[in-house]
């Protein structure tokens, strides 16, 4: 009998490999991640809790090519109160622990050379300072826009719900950030491109490669449901933005059949678009168990 296929968590690309690991679960309230899309219309697409939070991953992915590894986006981490923990249903049972994911994997916290930082909200950028308040990957370089330092250390009423200093601050401690003013290759055919909307300077990650390009989505499309353009979430800074930004590269990703890689989907993590009559949707990529 055939296995029944699970959805794939690992893919290569040229010379890469593509690895989704696992951080931790946790939840968001549904009317926030669906911003203006009614609740009939998302209610039916993933289970509800009864505080209206719907489940969520986040899902840091390893990257691996000739001679460098990369983990873009290290996770919420471990450094969270019980309040916290609480409010957003943080848990890392079931595996759902980057360190133990990357031991998984057969990585060494120092045998990684890159750590990429979409933007830093916590949900994102938590993971990148270990239990000891030092920077996780000690030999990294950590990449993230100038523009998100800036917007993390303001703090300002719009943005403080969304920061937090200490999750940025050991970083420049320890001299390891690369903070870049716009796109930034960080090895060949590996990018950076900031693009903003859902946060000051939101990037995507892009790997182009002679046999493909692969494309991490970060708050620009988080989950699967989030690829109908105007599926924006209520978090984003800029909804009009976030529109441009969409319409600008979810057509060229579905039309070019990029490898789609999600941060926040709990099920599907890896992907493509889509595009059927004008609109975009999800098609996730399974193997056998
Ligand atoms: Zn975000």
Known sequence: MDAEPVA?????????????????????????????????FWERQTPVHEDHTIPLATTPWLL??????????????????EKERRIYHISHGGGHDLQESLAAAGVDL????????????WDHAGGAVGEDGRPLFPRARYWCPEVEV???????????ASYRVEDLQPLLDAGCLEAVPGAAEIAPGLRLVPVGGHSDGVSLVLLETAEGTACF???????RLHVP??????????AAESWRVREEWIPRAAREGWLCLLYHDPEEPLGRFREEGGRFRWEGIFCKS
């Open 8 to 40: 794939a968590r690992e893919v290569r690309l040229g010379p890469w490999r593509l690895r989704a690991l696992r951080d931790a679960r946790f939840a968001l309230d549904g009317g926030a991640m669906f911003g203006v899309v009614p609740r009939v």
């Open 64 to 81: 691996q090519g000739e001679g460098v590894t990369v983990v873009v986006e290290p996770g919420l981490g471990r450094r969270w109160g």
């Open 110 to 121: 120092a045998e990684v050379d890159h750590c990429i930082l979409s933007h830093l909200h």
């Open 150 to 160: 800036q917007a993390c250390l303001a703090r300002d009423h719009l943005r403080r």
């Open 217 to 223: 989505w970060s708050d620009v499309v988080p989950t």
């Open 229 to 238: 353009l105007p599926w924006i979430m209520a978090y984003d800074l800029c």
